[in-house]
Every structure is written in structure tokens, then in C-alpha cells.
């Protein structure tokens, strides 16, 4: 079954350092895509980054950049140089092919706090 | 920049009631999404739709409907509201084109008494 997987429920940073969000997925689609979605507390969900699974570098956009280790089936989300308006819920889904449509699956999200 | 808006960020029901969010966005887009979201489970998909007047069913379809009239308004109907359908709904929109991003709405929290 296509799933994704985020285990990190909650992460903790401290300002101006570096963090990682773990996402995993599971398909024998040789033809997906990855996306990173954050969430603020007011709610909206904001696009952050898109990786192709046939794209041979690993997707960048400004200070996010996306891990993509397509052997391990990983995609993870890092933040450099966190700021406080970093803290958000992020989520990770995975672009699938099912019932003769694309759709999105999402990941239950990990919950960012960003400490000054 | 791609605006999706739904018609309302709170809304309160009573058990029993037919409920309609109704979701909005001004980029031409063919693609159209109903989710809800609830907490440790993520976004859900309730409907879609790839063009106007067609629908179909995502994984949570059970207890709701969908109307698409016109190209830029996707319609979520609760036929008759139930408590556990008190969650945040969300809307989205896309482009056909695999690669490209949903826009979202900036949810309805809908509490059903």
C-alpha cells in the first residue's frame, strides 16, 4: 500500500541552527512526487518545496532544501538558519496514481518549535 | 498570486443540518480538492474534481457530497451533520501538470453540535 510517514511528531531548534523533518514513503510507483507543505497556527497551508522522482538533483528553495534518498524511499525537509516564524506543523505527501487520477497523500505532520 | 477562499473560517451547526462550505479560487485552475484534517491522521481526501460538473470519491467520501457548477467553485455538502464531522475542512486547487503544487484555502473549523 502507498503511505506516508512522518515519526517525528515534535521537534525542538534552537534559532539560526539547521534542522531536519523525517518523511518516508512507500510505492512501487516508479512514478511519483514529493511534496513539503507548512501549516501556522492560523492555519493556511503553505507550498514549500516539490522533488520528481525522476529528478536527479536533490530540490532546493532558499533556506529549504529536500534530502531525497530515492534507495532508503526517504524525503526529508531541512531548514537552515531556523527563524521563529519557522515554527509551524509541516507535512510531507506523496503525489500517487490511483484510480485513474494523481492525488496527494499526506503524512500525519511534524509540529516545529523554534526556540530564540 | 493563486487565491483559493472559502466562504467561511468558523462555522458552528446542529446535528442533523445539511451544511455547505463552498470554496472558491481565481486561477483557472482544473483541479479542485476537499479534505479535513484532523489531529495524528493528516489531510484526508473527501472529493475531488478535474473539471466542472464531475466528482469523484477520495478515501472519506461517506456522509458527503460534492457540487461543481463552475469552474472556479467546488461545493462541500454534509447531507446531514454529524458530530464526528466536527474537524477543519480544507480546499485546494491545482493545475493538471503532476508537478505542480495545491493551493490551499485557509480552512473552515467546523464544530457540529
Known amino acids: 500500500a502507498q503511505k506516508i510517514t512522518q515519526t517525528q511528531p515534535g521537534m525542538f531548534v534552537q534559532e539560526k541552527e539547521a534542522v531536519t523533518l523525517d518523511c518516508t514513503y512507500d510505492?512501487?510507483?516508479?512514478?511519483?512526487?514529493l511534496f513539503w507543505y507548512k501549516q501556522p497556527s492560523s492555519g493556511e497551508m503553505i507550498f514549500l518545496i516539490y522533488?520528481?522522482?525522476?529528478?536527479?538533483q536533490n530540490a532546493t528553495e532558499g533556506r529549504y532544501s529536500l534530502n531525497f534518498q530515492k534507495a532508503r524511499k526517504s524525503a526529508n525537509l531541512v531548514i537552515s538558519a531556523s527563524q521563529l516564524g519557522d515554527s509551524a506543523m509541516y507535512f510531507c505527501a506523496m503525489r500517487m496514481f490511483s484510480g485513474g487520477y494523481n492525488k496527494l497523500i499526506f503524512g500525519a505532520g511534524t509540529r516545529l518549535a523554534v526556540h530564540p | 498570486d493563486v487565491k483559493v477562499t472559502q466562504s467561511s473560517r468558523y462555522l458552528v451547526k446542529r446535528t442533523g443540518e445539511k451544511v455547505f462550505l463552498e470554496c472558491v479560487q481565481d486561477m483557472d485552475h482544473e483541479n479542485m480538492f476537499w479534505y479535513r484534517q484532523d489531529p495524528g491522521l493528516g489531510l484526508r481526501l473527501i472529493y475531488f474534481s478535474y473539471d466542472v460538473k464531475m466528482k469523484e470519491k477520495g478515501d472519506i467520501p461517506e456522509g458527503y457530497s460534492v457540487s461543481r457548477e463552475k469552474k472556479e467553485r467546488f461545493s462541500l455538502i454534509l447531507e446531514s451533520a454529524s458530530t464526528n464531522q466536527t474537524s477543519m475542512y480544507l480546499c485546494?486547487?491545482?493545475?493538471?501538470?503532476?508537478?505542480?503544487?495545491?493551493?490551499f484555502g485557509d480552512g473552515t473549523r467546523l464544530s457540529i453540535l
Open positions: 485546494a486547487s491545482s493545475l493538471l501538470q503532476t508537478n505542480q503544487p495545491q493551493h
Open positions: 510505492t512501487s510507483d516508479p512514478s511519483y512526487g
Open positions: 522533488q520528481g522522482s525522476y529528478d536527479q
